[in-house]
């Protein structure tokens, strides 16, 4: 089993520390380990070394943003009242004023909304912080949640405890730590109740008032769980919108009914007051999760039940909008360098130059073609990285307008621009905190957007559009392009101060037509990616494909081999049929040869004019010269020669030969009769007619 993340939580006071770790231990102990901070006492050696941070309030932040290390996650944890200690504000008798205490202006303000959205209004609340002298002195009731820094003419203080997290907090830990997502059913079950239990406590103080039931059934029209609730006689007391339109029933045809009487199916679910997580269940004709707690009476009796339902359609379209929405947001880094197939020199050279280069933090501009695959090795960075579990967000220059760039770069305050979003929007530098950026195409970028992207990169800090404030960062950035920068530098397109800062570490990622090699191999990873198999290719075919020109590079490739995929059949073998037609219609670059076709072939015999002019067709009288050589001087020493050799042999005579292109040359020789295989192990071998084509070669150079 891996080792369980450690999380820290920071609060100003030990009591909000104490209570939030309870409550992550009780829905999370089993995936992590729990460290709290008070912001007030010296940083513990173990506290640095937790994988992410919780803020336990906005004013929090900033204490911590400067002494934990720059690659570690921070969430600003959203915090809500704990409900079972509201019994006092639900006393205090209407027209009460109170002071709501806090150590800060803002959260001050941030208590007094979250009693409001409880529907608890019987007081009228100040805010009241240490230094502010603006609140009502007549004032005698204080309501803290855990802090004793009143004014001296309080007379009365209720003390609420210390805030706990909000359910969205828990959403976001579980997506960053990657926890089972089935964590969140747990826990927004049990926010449900908490919410069912102080609506139930509502009424009662209220006594039945029509306000209050309105605002309960508001606050159950708002959850999209069916929601029912049953008394200790097993009488319905609560039936939500939600239910109704799950099963079929009206809320006044079912209130006051036994539950076994009217929804038998669920009722057999509601035994002894047991709790039920996540089962599923069949009413009718459609299937549902389904969730009971009981509802605690007095002495630990139970009063009650909370039932909750939702179609299991539902989680399941939820869990692929949740997919669906990390992909578009393309924040994840999905390639590694096993991913890059290939053992040429070029791209050897680029892997390894990456690879040295990945856990530096140092810029990165990656040079080369359209389709050679620069995001591969971008993202194949940030996983190599010590931010691989941050944000990888990539943006493409070339497929943006210019009016979107600097919105979507830096993001925007609510109003900047005609048609800007209500409340702004995040830029993507800022998504990438403590993560990786990449910049592709980075040559199509305008002058003004290079001009605040080198602001960006030498401050470190960003500013949104529309606003004064500045927001520091964190983020490693990769660039890429298909254009000569250098060359746009001199005609004044691009501001040669930014090129300087992005190549830093300049790597060249090979066209494919520079490393023909490579395509057997990039052939064979794709077809096991796409088929889960190994396809067969006819030595024509996949002769074509190394010989063909590649405009498009390993992008084109991965097309045609998706093509070919959905063309051969089981068991089939791949041909030139199976290839898309468009590639018979571009050029084959034929290897060049330093050798020219002999003149006096016609005396040299048939057999021998015959297997000349094929390799000259194929362009490979120089690796046939080279191949019978090796051979013949293998057999001087008593000795056979394999493929492998023979190969190395041919690099060291300056002839490129990769061991696959042996393989098809020594059947062409065994076909025509010029060599015979041994058995395994033992090689190669000249015929008599070996012979007479390697003595007509070596006389004609």
Excluded at 310 to 324: D, G, H, I, P, S
Excluded at 454 to 467: A, D, H, P
Aim: with cysteine.
């Amino acid at each position: 089993m891996s080792a369980k993340a450690k999380v820290c939580f920071v609060a100003h006071n030990k009591s909000s520390c104490d209570l939030v770790s309870r409550q992550l231990s009780v829905f999370l102990g089993q995936y992590i380990e729990i460290e709290t901070w008070c912001v007030n006492d010296p940083v513990r050696e173990s506290v640095l070394d937790s994988d992410i941070f919780i803020a336990g309030s906005q004013p929090v932040y900033p204490r911590i943003a400067g002494l934990i290390p720059a690659n570690k996650k921070i969430l600003i944890a959203k915090r809500t009242l704990n409900t079972e200690n509201l019994d006092e504000v639900l006393s205090l008798p209407a027209g009460t004023e109170a002071l709501m205490v806090s150590n800060q202006e803002y959260t001050a303000y941030e208590k007094i909304e979250l009693l409001k959205n409880f529907a608890i209004d019987q007081a009228t609340l100040y805010p009241y912080w240490p230094g502010n002298t603006s609140y009502p002195k007549h004032v005698k009731v204080a309501i803290t949640t855990g802090h004793r820094v009143v004014p001296p003419e309080i007379e009365t203080i209720i003390d609420l405890g210390a805030r706990t997290l909000d359910l969205l907090t828990f959403v976001e830990l579980i997506v960053e730590l990657n926890l089972p997502r089935e964590i969140i059913n747990d826990i927004s079950y049990r926010y449900i109740s908490a919410i069912i239990k102080l609506a139930a406590r509502l009424l009662k103080v209220a006594e039945q008032s029509q306000k209050l039931q309105r605002r309960l059934a508001v606050i159950l029209g708002t959850v999209d769980q069916g929601i029912i609730a049953i008394d200790e006689e097993e009488k319905v007391t609560v039936f939500n919108p939600a239910a109704e339109k799950m099963l079929g029933f009206r809320c006044q045809d079912i209130l006051n009914k036994r539950l076994d009487e009217m929804l038998p199916e669920i009722a057999n679910h509601v035994i002894d007051g047991s709790i039920l997580a996540d089962e599923i269940t069949t009413i009718g004709n459609n299937h549902y999760v389904i969730n009971v707690t009981p509802i605690a009476g007095e002495s630990d009796s139970i009063s009650g039940m909370v039932v909750s339902l939702k179609a299991t359609r539902e989680v399941q379209e939820l869990e692929t909008k949740v997919r669906r929405e990390l992909t578009r947001k393309g924040n994840i880094a999905k390639h590694k360098f096993s991913d890059i197939s290939g053992t040429s020199n070029e791209i050897v050279t680029a892997v390894a130059m990456a690879k040295k280069f990945a856990n530096t933090g140092l810029t990165i501009l990656f040079e080369g073609e359209t389709g050679t695959g620069k995001e591969l090795f971008a993202q194949a960075v940030h996983n190599a990285s010590s931010r691989r579990n941050a944000s990888f967000v990539a943006i493409n220059f070339a497929a943006l307008p210019e009016s979107l760039v600097e919105s979507e770069l830096f993001g925007y305050e609510e109003g900047a621009f005609s048609g800007a979003r209500k409340g702004g929007k995040i830029g993507l530098f800022e998504e990438a905190h403590t993560g990786t950026i990449f910049l592709d195409e980075i040559g199509d970028a305008s002058l003004e957007v290079q001009k605040r992207l080198l602001r960006v990169l030498e401050e470190q800090e960003v500013r949104r559009v529309g606003s004064s404030m500045v927001t520091p960062i964190d983020v490693r950035v990769i660039a890429a392009t298909n254009q000569n920068l250098r060359q746009l530098v001199d005609e004044g397109k691009f501001r040669q101060d930014l090129y300087y800062r992005l190549c830093t570490i300049q790597i060249e990622v090979p066209a494919l037509k520079k490393r023909r090699q490579d395509v057997p191999d990039i052939v064979a990873f794709l077809t096991r990616k796409m088929k889960y198999r190994e396809l067969r290719f006819a030595e024509n075919a996949l002769d074509y494909l190394v010989n063909y020109d590649w405009p498009g590079n390993v992008r084109e490739l991965q097309n045609v081999i998706k093509f070919v995929c959905g063309m051969v059949g089981p068991n089939e073998e791949v041909t030139l049929a199976h290839l898309p037609a468009y590639l018979s219609k571009r050029p084959i670059i034929s290897e060049k040869s330093t050798l020219k076709i002999p003149v006096g072939m016609e005396a040299a015999g048939k057999d021998v004019a015959i297997v000349v002019s094929e390799f000259a067709r194929l362009g490979a009288l120089d690796p046939l010269l080279g191949l019978l050589s090796e051979l013949k001087q293998a057999e001087m020493f008593g000795r056979a020669i394999g493929r492998q050799a023979i190969a190395q042999a041919l690099a060291g005579r300056a002839v490129p030969c990769p061991e696959y292109k042996v393989r098809l040359w020594l059947k062409r020789l065994e076909a025509a009769g010029c060599v015979t295989a041994g058995v395994t192990k033992q090689g190669s071998r000249l015929t008599k007619l070996g012979d007479d084509v390697l003595a007509f070669l070596d006389a004609s150079q």
